[in-house]
């Protein structure tokens, strides 16, 4: 599975399903063979100190047994080789880096011209503001916007076969220092985002796609969309009020046939694709570029770099990546 900042580690991306399958095993012996819940859910929802003490047990016994027999091959590339291979520009900036007290910790953060403690992305903003462009967060959020507004009555077709209806939380002002959320409905079939999906419904999403192209407006189509998909679109965790309008001005800053081949892409293989988008899109007047900022320490994700050698190979998507460098 892709890489989340809950779900960083191999063990948690490659073992997902047998965490998952051992996390249901260590619950049901918690309660005796009998859930006094009508769903794993509303499990989740009502047991959150349950759900975090035993999903840390079912990680740690997948670890124990990685390190003695490996299920998976969890090798994978690293930003080195990929960047001897694919030539993803770079722009060095060096800014003002301090150390502050937080919490009793010290921790580095960015000055930014004014002297104001910000983060690394702000820094990136300012640097491209004062290049005369105008800067906007990108990240999965829209494209998740995008594919629950455009292919959502695909997604959930009466006409599928698989589709179910099933409930769960909303992801609307989550946060984690309060995870309980209203209980929402989506008609959405067990294999959604993944490979097999896209090969199952092939020919419904082409006709769809087709559907999109010919409109004489994404942005105005997208208007017309995304409330009746917005529980797809909450399930997508995209449906906060600030991803909803940032998915918007995005249509208006993007080609339309870039929009259709990003949205034809990311299904294909939903849950891999809608993850590793850059951090930024810079842009003024018919000008655009991607930008993924990355301090001393920070490496590309698995992700990131297949979305930067989709872009770059297939796209020529105009994109970069900022290393932001302190100031000797």
Not at 255 to 261: E, F, G
Request: charged share 25%; hydrophobic share 40%.
């Amino acid at each position: 599975m892709a890489a989340i900042p809950s779900r960083k580690g191999k063990i948690e991306r490659f073992y997902w399903r047998e965490i998952f399958r051992t996390y249901c095993s260590f619950m049901l012996e918690h309660f005796g063979g009998n859930l006094p819940y009508d769903s794993i859910v509303s499990l989740d929802h009502n047991e959150p100190s349950l759900r975090k003490r035993l999903r840390d047990e079912a990680k740690k016994y997948w670890q124990k047994k990685h390190k003695i027999q490996p299920k998976y091959d969890t090798k994978e590339r690293t930003q080195a080789e990929f960047l001897a291979q694919i030539a993803v520009p770079v722009r060095e900036h060096h800014a003002q880096y301090v150390q502050i007290t937080r919490g009793g910790n010290r921790i580095g953060r960015w000055l930014d011209n004014s002297g104001q403690v910000v983060g690394a992305e702000d820094i990136a903003k300012e640097y491209y503001s004062n290049l005369g462009y105008q800067v906007l967060r990108f990240e999965r959020q829209i494209i998740s916007a995008w594919i629950g507004a455009f292919l959502g009555k695909v997604i959930e077709d009466q006409n599928d076969p698989l589709a179910r209806p099933g409930m769960t939380g909303s992801s609307v002002n989550w946060k984690p220092n309060n995870p309980k959320a209203i209980q929402i409905w989506v008609n959405f079939p067990p294999d959604i985002g993944r490979a097999q999906y896209y090969k199952r419904r092939e020919g419904d999403i082409i006709s769809a796609m087709s559907a999109i192209a010919e409109a004489n407006n994404l942005g105005e189509l997208f208007d017309d969309s995304w409330g009746s998909n917005y529980n797809l679109i909450d399930y997508f965790k995209a449906a906060n009020t600030e991803d909803i309008l940032r998915a918007r001005l995005t249509l208006d800053i993007l080609p339309a046939a870039l929009v259709i081949d990003i949205l034809h892409w990311v299904i294909k293989d939903f849950w891999a694709r809608r993850a590793g988008w850059p951090d930024l899109l810079v842009y003024k007047m018919n000008e655009f570029r991607f930008v993924e900022v990355k301090t001393k320490h920070d490496k590309l994700s698995q992700d990131q770099m297949n979305w930067f050698e989709w872009a770059i190979l297939t796209q020529k998507i105009p994109c970069e990546i900022m290393k932001l460098r302190p100031l000797d």
